[in-house]
């Protein structure tokens, strides 16, 4: 089973431009990123997915693989779906280019799902890291997942879900990490698939898969890192890196 990392890389992020290069520890974001995914061992090939001349010119200047989209995206699944299409791969692994603290235990959990999937009837596995703090739980910058059972997302929230209205149920809250592991089709088939309203009115782009009545296998993780998606998270980062 051939399994790559791609990193798709936008440049001009809404909350938070220019993040990508911003300076971690006397690297960029997008270069901590890349070198993590990359020492982690777990793949044939390690991408960054890109619009940008800027961030392409990055990576390439420091030996590492960069791929130029050709088109406009909605999503950064769509971006690498169209990088990976002549690529020879078994699974994709989609690594947000805003996770420099990108590590290999919580990667082996999730490609372990499809080594173990004899019946090739999951798609596309993720991450979640059980989240305590209220301020987390309701910041609309965190995704949350809740799932069944069996570890399969039901929904995916910006809100917190689910709603504590019994405060003594029992309620746990998963942050959804931005990593997703897909089967080399599911994700062109993704690129198929029109955008909803659910996931134009969450801005969550895996929502898409269960509005289309798509499985999602979550994986738990403990290791929280940090996702930056603003000034704010850079600052904790710098001082977690230390």
């Not at 990088?83 to 947000?96: F, H, L, P, T, Y």
């Not at 173990?116 to 596995?125: F, G, P, R, V």
Request: glycine share 4%.
């Amino acid at each position: 089973m051939k399994i790559i990392a791609m990193i798709p890389a936008r440049y001009a992020a809404s909350r938070f431009p220019a993040k990508l290069m911003q300076d971690l520890a006397g690297k960029t974001v997008i270069s901590r990123t890349y070198e993590a995914t990359v020492a982690t061992g777990l793949f044939s090939e390690v991408y960054v997915v890109t619009d940008s001349e800027i961030i392409f010119n990055e990576i390439r200047s420091q030996g590492g693989n960069a791929i130029m989209s050709k088109k406009e995206h909605e999503s950064g699944s769509d971006r690498i779906a169209e990088a990976v299409q002549n690529v020879d791969c078994d699974i994709v692994v989609n690594v947000q280019g805003d996770e420099p603290f990108t590590e290999r235990e919580s990667l082996e959990k999730v490609l372990e799902v499809f080594k173990h999937d004899y019946q090739k009837e999951i798609d596309l596995a993720s991450l979640m890291v059980e989240i305590k703090d209220l301020e987390e739980i309701n910041n609309p910058n965190t995704v949350k997942v809740i799932v069944d059972q069996n570890n399969f997302a039901l929904y995916f929230s910006r809100s917190p879900i689910p709603y504590p209205r019994d405060e003594n149920a029992g309620a746990r809250y998963f942050k959804h990490k931005g990593i997703y592991a897909f089967r080399k089709q599911a994700l062109l088939d993704f690129t198929v698939l029109p955008m909803q309203f659910i996931e134009a009115t969450e801005k969550i782009e895996c929502i898409r898969y269960l509005e289309y009545g798509r499985k999602i296998k979550m994986v738990e993780t403990t290791i929280q890192g940090v996702e930056i998606d603003t000034p704010e998270d850079l600052e904790r980062a710098k001082k977690l890196w230390k």
